[in-house]
């Protein structure tokens, strides 16, 4: 019998997998068409190669994508909940790409598209970081970690994951840390707060050790050439419909039951809410809310050979669109994606605690975004005078977040590589990203919470940040510009503090044909908060299910190869050699000692490529 395997190098890596047993006949459901979703059928399709007339999935919203969104909405104009940083380490994501056809480049993979781009048009961020309206902050390059704080880092990074069930970050980390550029890249970069889980931050140093050399330019990202709706769910879908996968859309799943038999768990049954009407505004599109109002309801029976694939809650389930002149509004209660796991979870607590998760969310917390869209040429030049690029150049703008070090909202904008629309005019418009990590305190320049702010005020207060000059600012926002907020109040949910056991498995301990993927599945190593971990937690699940016999790449090991780990301590301490960095009394003798007796060795190479002697 085949079980589930990671591992690394080309072998694997370029292998294809025999077509495991038993696979002819099943068929599979999947709840939810987000990326997890997306990827798992393609896994069944190309490496279980189970038929892909055989799978079947439903999706509560009128469209796929999930989380991963971007649309041009008829009443609203150009949205994005988000963008998506990405990396050359995110395995799965890679191994998935590299068999999509992609839609816009002929006879090249989504991967080679996006492989091409980065090389011809390589990311940077040149302005990671301003103050007091407009400039650039000082020590921009450096982490301005004081010793006592990279100690922290090392201390919660040396903590094994099952004694930090429940902490939170700021049980770990004083204020030197929380002053520090680490702590303001960090924070902004991923969504953290410091109410957030320490295990997930915890995870995250681990997992992006490699990271710490590149923070202040972020030079490590990769972007997609449109946002993630286009470049990414669209050519996913147009595989998986190529191959005979049904899409069922205005489909809410209301349950899945699941039969105990002393241990063995089997999904005998499915109830579904079909064609209902969405409880979002006209024109709400991107995806916000669940089915609230009629349709009807449908059973399907599940065979015991038929596989079912949940993904369990959703950052984006419940969130709203305002427009320029008014705030998005605030709901919680719409959506399948909490509902269903709550349902399951609450007969069987193998399936997790999705109320760790989605109640109790601090108010400190970042719920909004907003898509700017710059209607003519008055707002551009601000944003050449920080970057030092023009925007309509078609190359990289900011390469990620530009943050506000000293806004109240903690304040931060994005402009990737323009269009960031194939149906954008580039010549008249361009596209900015707007988010704010404290929803509980006032602006700066305007006076409300993030929260409160219709779409002109959340370009007003960046505007003012931006340093245009105060009796210019509202009218450029209203006329300059059409911002669409929107609030996601879920949007820093796989961030809660969490104890093990909180996610359920990929696969439940005795489930024979269920499984859950997405970020709040659990597996071991990896990030939530992205796409990768979607994706992960999809191949894993179907190889384990479906006893593919092939390893599932393993998370890039960054943090067992000891010249990155001595890299990121070179840049940790703002790039010292070791006798630079202070040491606790008595330190400096232990390190002499000890560089006598590493010298002409392996070990003494090793320091001297990390520059630390
Ligand atoms: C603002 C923002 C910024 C982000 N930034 C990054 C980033 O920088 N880098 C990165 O890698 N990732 C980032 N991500 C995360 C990444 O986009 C998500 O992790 C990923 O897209 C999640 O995909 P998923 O399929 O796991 O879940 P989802 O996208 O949540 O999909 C779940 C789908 O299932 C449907 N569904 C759920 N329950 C039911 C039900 N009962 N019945 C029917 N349908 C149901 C939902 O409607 C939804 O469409 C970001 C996300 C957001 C929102």
Not at 115 to 123: A, Q
Not at 398 to 421: E, V
Not at 541 to 553: C, E, F, I, Q, S
């Amino acid at each position: 019998m085949v079980l589930m395997y990671r591992s690394n190098g080309n072998f694997e890596a370029f292998g294809r997998p025999l077509k495991p047993e038993g696979v002819d006949g099943r068929k599979a459901y999947f709840v939810g068409a987000g990326l997890a979703s997306l990827a798992g059928a393609v896994f069944l399709v190309r490496d279980a190669q189970l038929p892909g007339s055989q799978i079947t999935i439903f999706e509560e919203l009128t469209l796929p994508g999930g989380s991963a969104d971007g649309i041009l909405d008829e009443h609203k104009g150009f949205i994005i909940r988000g963008g998506r940083e990405m990396e050359a380490h995110f395995e799965t994501l890679w191994d998935l790409f590299k068999s999509i056809p992609s839609l816009d480049t002929p006879d090249a993979t989504v991967l080679d598209e996006m492989y091409w781009l980065n090389k011809t048009d390589p990311s940077t961020n040149p302005v990671r970081a301003i103050q007091n309206r407009g400039e650039h902050i000082e020590h921009m390059p450096d982490l301005t970690l004081t010793p006592k704080a990279v100690q922290e880092i090392l201390t919660l990074a040396l903590t094994r994951e099952e004694d930090l069930d429940d902490k939170r970050i700021d049980e770990f980390f004083g204020e030197e840390f929380f002053a520090s550029n680490f702590w303001l890249y960090w924070a902004t970069m991923f969504a953290f707060e410091p109410w957030a889980s320490a295990m997930e931050m915890r995870r995250y140093l681990l997992r992006f050790i490699h990271h710490i050399a590149t923070l202040a330019d972020l030079s490590s990202l990769r972007f997609t050439r449109y946002n993630q709706y286009e470049s990414l769910i669209k050519p996913l879908v147009a595989y998986l419909e190529g191959h005979g996968v049904t899409f069922q859309y205005a489909t809410q799943v209301l349950d899945v039951l699941v039969t105990d038999q002393g241990g063995t768990k089997t999904v005998t049954e499915m109830k579904l809410l079909v064609g209902g009407t969405t409880g979002g505004t006209e024109g709400e599109a991107g995806g916000s809310a669940g089915l609230t109002n009629g349709g009807e309801e449908q059973t399907i029976a599940v065979a015991p050979t038929d596989l079912v694939f949940i993904t369990n809650g959703s950052i984006t389930e419940s969130s709203t669109f305002g427009d320029n002149d008014n705030p998005a509004p605030i709901v919680t209660d719409r959506g399948g994606a909490w509902a269903l796991w709550k349902t399951m979870a609450e007969r069987d607590r193998a399936f997790g605690r999705p109320e760790k998760f989605s109640e109790g969310i601090p108010e400190a917390n970042w719920t909004i975004s907003a898509t700017v869209t710059l209607t003519d040429d008055k707002i551009a030049p601000y944003i050449e005078r920080l970057t030092g690029r023009d925007p309509r150049s078609g190359h990289i703008i900011t390469g990620g977040p530009c943050n506000i070090k000293d806004s109240s909202w903690l304040y931060g904008f994005t402009m990737s590589r323009q269009p960031h629309f194939a149906a954008q005019d580039p010549e008249k418009e361009l596209i900015v990203w707007l988010y704010g990590l404290y929803s509980d305190k006032p602006g700066d320049y305007i006076k409300k919470t993030i929260r409160e702010c219709a779409g002109w005020e959340l370009t007003a207060e960046w505007l003012y940040h931006l340093g245009v000059p105060v009796d210019e600012i509202d009218d450029l926002a209203k006329n300059s510009a059409s911002t669409i907020p929107c609030n996601m109040p879920y949007i820093t949910s796989y961030f809660m503090p969490r104890a093990a056991g909180d996610r359920p498995l990929v696969v439940p301990e005795g489930s024979t044909n269920l499984a859950f993927i997405g970020n709040f599945a659990e597996t071991v190593r990896d990030t939530v908060f992205t796409t990768e971990y979607s994706v992960r937690t999809a191949m894993e699940a179907v190889y384990t299910l479906l006893k593919v016999d092939r390893g599932v790449p393993e998370v890039f090991a960054s943090s067992f190869d000891v010249r990155m780990l001595m890299n990121a301590l070179y840049y940790l301490n703002d790039q010292k050699p070791l006798h630079e960095i202070p040491l606790p009394f008595g330190g400096r003798l232990i390190e002499k000692a000890a560089l006598a007796k590493i010298k002409g060795t392996y070990i003494e190479e090793l320091l001297q490529d990390a520059r630390l002697i």
